[in-house]
């Protein structure tokens, strides 16, 4: 059974900075690609990044130079590094993995607010 769990986020002050994590489990993390969608309330899923098997990365435009997305396959693992945050950045961020079934994980809250 394939399970994703995230873990990071929290409150973060504007312009700073969070990783979060997705640990995959009963899956071989590094053939798939992985990556992450965020979902502000009243609002669609919106996606952020993906990164490919085979190193390559996508971003969407508003979070391009920003934010990074990262995989340890020892650890079976993908990382989401997110820098200078702003407020627009607050939202429940969820990791998905494509086996090609498209498997989600249970979603962290990234809160951006002085």
């Known amino acids: 059974q394939v399970q994703l769990v995230e873990s990071g986020g929290g409150l973060v002050q504007p312009g700073g900075s969070t990783r979060l994590s997705c640990a995959a489990s009963?899956?071989?993390?590094?053939?798939?690609?992985m990556g992450w969608f965020r979902q502000t309330p009243g609002k669609q899923l919106e996606w952020v990044a993906t990164d490919e098997n085979g190193g390559r990365t996508h971003f969407a435009d508003s979070v391009k130079g920003r934010f990074t997305i990262s995989r340890d396959n020892a650890k079976n693992t993908v990382y989401l590094q997110l820098n200078s945050l702003k407020p627009e950045d607050t939202a429940v961020y969820y990791c998905?993995?494509?086996?090609?079934?498209?498997?989600w994980g249970q979603g962290t809250q990234v809160t951006v607010s002085s």
């Open positions: 009963g899956i071989t993390l590094s053939i798939h690609p």
């Open positions: 998905f993995l494509d086996a090609p079934t498209r498997y």
